[in-house]
Structures are given as C-alpha cells and as structure tokens.
C-alpha cells in the first residue's frame, strides 16, 4: 500500500511510463489505483517516429499488469519520506512475524 499511496502523491506531475511492449508514454498523471492503473493527459510518445499511430492520443487509460517502470520527476520524490514510511512498514511487517 506504502507504493499506492506514494503514487497519489505525484497526481498532476508529468511521469514517464514504459509499458511491456516498449512503448514510452510521457503525460500528466491524472489518477492511479492499487492496481497500478494510470490515467494520463496530455499524453506524448517518446519514440514518435516508430509509434505515429499514438502521436494522435492525448489522454490514456493504462492497465497496470502492462506497466514495466514509471519514471518519476527527481523534484517530485521527497526521499526522505519516502525512506521514513519504508522503515515504518518494514517495522510493522517484522513486528507482525514475530507475533505469529
């Protein structure tokens, strides 16, 4: 959930998304669900040239099981967040292991 909620966070951002079938998709992250489900605006292909059939799609619904990586805006990431909810859940995970 830490990721889910990470995501929410960069709403309105523009982000990058590589998709499985290598395709690159540069756009305004509009929404995102646990699923890792993006809904993007002004959407772009980086490779235009070997895509020209998308260059005409300005906003997109991509299922997250087709995601590789979402690029990120090194502005937008607050590492040190970030670092801090990492530690917390990984706290919380082993104090659920040594209970049961």
């Known amino acids: 959930m830490l ?14 998304v590589e998709l499985k ?12 669900d646990q699923y890792l489900n993006i809904k993007l605006d ?7 040239v070997r895509w020209p059939h998308l260059s005409s799609t300005r906003n997109m619904f991509i299922r997250g099981s087709v995601v590789r990586y979402v690029h990120l805006p090194a502005a937008a990431v ?23």
Request: charged share 30%; proline share 0%; glycine share 4%.
């Open 3 to 16: 990721f889910f909620s990470f995501f929410k966070t960069l709403v309105d951002h523009e982000v990058t």
């Open 42 to 48: 002004d959407v772009s292909v980086v490779e235009d």
């Open 78 to 100: 607050d590492t040190a967040l970030l670092e801090d909810a990492t530690r917390r859940e990984a706290a919380s995970a082993a104090a659920k292991a040594k209970q049961g």
């Open 21 to 32: 079938n290598e395709i690159s998709l540069r756009g305004t992250l509009k929404s995102v």
